[in-house]
């Protein structure tokens, strides 16, 4: 739930047992038409909001009151007036236990892999009995593709109305698809619908299911409409240097380990000399990637550098994951907003993205210690 304001708005959240309620205090607040009509937004197929009421509780004080279906977990936050919309308070109700589809994913694969293995045996194998044959093992690359923007964060703006988020999410949903149907790869969303996902959700999403590869796909835009083209960036030198003082000073042990190279050593210098390796290598990669990505993307649409640039992208910091951003079209030009609206070069887009990935694997195959790999 979003409440758009002309001033800041002040609130207080906490919610009541037996039975289950959300309340939201607005201050210094009086009632007006759509505080009034928000309890006619709640639909009877809500998981989570029986019904919606909204009154005076003191003076000045609005109370907004969720009668819940379950117990959850709330967060509000306000956000500072950007573009066209003023002052906001973001509403978000989670469940209580969060539903990861990507660690879903390792888990199933994972019990698979148990259930699949045979069992231990401790009994000595006789000297003339050959060790067994090793399985044979069909390495399917895993993608995550990360639809930019979402939810309160609705990216650029075109000269139509067309919001950067959602044609992220079609392209992101139809390049899925394009990938799913190749027999040596699989793909896996950031998000498959339009809410807020932080930067640093989408990469640790990738490093938790050891993504091969990382694909953020954008649709840019300039203050100038003529501004026209694609373009894909990698991480910039400079960045990564930033990025790895972060990794070393993080102390959970699911940041010790970087490239597969355990990083919990005690001599700092060698730590930091791993890391710069595996980054060096993941930006070369990057590089390379997106090097094939942009020569299809050349097929499809002018581009609007002929080089695979360099910047300093939050969602493409993973140290060991090769990331690229992909910057579609220009969303505020408005010949491209027409094309980025149209299914059919959405699609041309996608298969684009594709056949980078494509030519970029067959180059540079998998590595084969991914815990996705199958028998």
């Known amino acids: 739930m979003t409440l758009e304001s002309k001033s800041e708005l002040k609130y207080t959240l906490f919610t009541v047992k037996d039975p289950e309620r959300l309340v939201l205090d607005l201050e210094e607040t009086t009632m007006s038409p759509a505080l009034a009509e928000l309890h006619g937004k709640v639909t009877p197929d809500d998981p989570y909001i029986e019904k919606l009421r909204v009154g005076r509780n003191r003076p000045r004080v609005v109370r907004v009151v969720l009668d819940l279906k379950k117990e959850v977990s709330a967060q509000a936050f306000a956000l500072a007036p950007v573009a066209g919309y003023g002052h906001r308070l973001v509403l978000d109700i989670y469940p209580l236990v969060a539903l990861d589809p990507l660690a879903s994913l390792i888990q199933e694969t994972e019990k698979k892999s148990a259930a699949a293995a045979p069992p231990a045996s401790t009994a000595p194998r006789p000297a003339d009995q050959a060790p067994p044959e090793a399985p044979s093992v069909a390495r399917l690359a895993t993608i995550v593709i990360d639809a930019g923007h979402g939810g309160e964060d609705p990216g650029a703006m075109g000269h139509h109305g067309s919001q950067e988020k959602h044609i992220t999410l079609t392209i992101a949903r139809r390049l899925k698809a394009l990938i799913d149907a190749e027999p040596n790869m699989r793909a896996l969303l950031t998000r498959d619908g339009d809410y807020f996902l932080p930067l640093q959700a989408r990469v640790e999403k990738a490093r938790k299911v ?90 499809v649409n002018t581009l609007h550098k002929a080089r695979v640039e360099q910047a300093s992208f939050a969602v493409l910091k993973a140290p060991d994951v090769p990331s690229i951003l992909v910057e579609t079209a220009f969303i505020s030009n408005p010949d491209e907003e027409r094309r980025l609206n149209d299914e059919a070069y959405q699609d041309k887009l996608a298969r684009a993205v594709l056949a980078g990935i494509r030519r970029y694997i067959a180059k540079n195959p998998p590595r084969p210690g991914s815990p996705l790999a199958l028998n």
């Open 210 to 299: 050891r993504a091969d590869l990382f694909v953020s796909i954008h649709a840019d835009a300039f203050v100038r409409p003529h501004a026209r083209g694609s373009s894909v960036f990698a991480l910039s030198t400079r960045r990564a240097t930033s990025e790895a003082a972060r990794w070393l000073a993080k102390k959970e042990n699911e940041a010790d380990l970087i490239g597969g190279v355990n990083l919990d050593v005690k001599d700092r210098y060698l730590a930091r000399t791993l890391l710069d390796l595996s980054q060096t290598a993941t930006i070369d990669h990057s590089l390379r990637l997106g090097s094939s990505v942009l020569r299809e993307l050349g097929e």
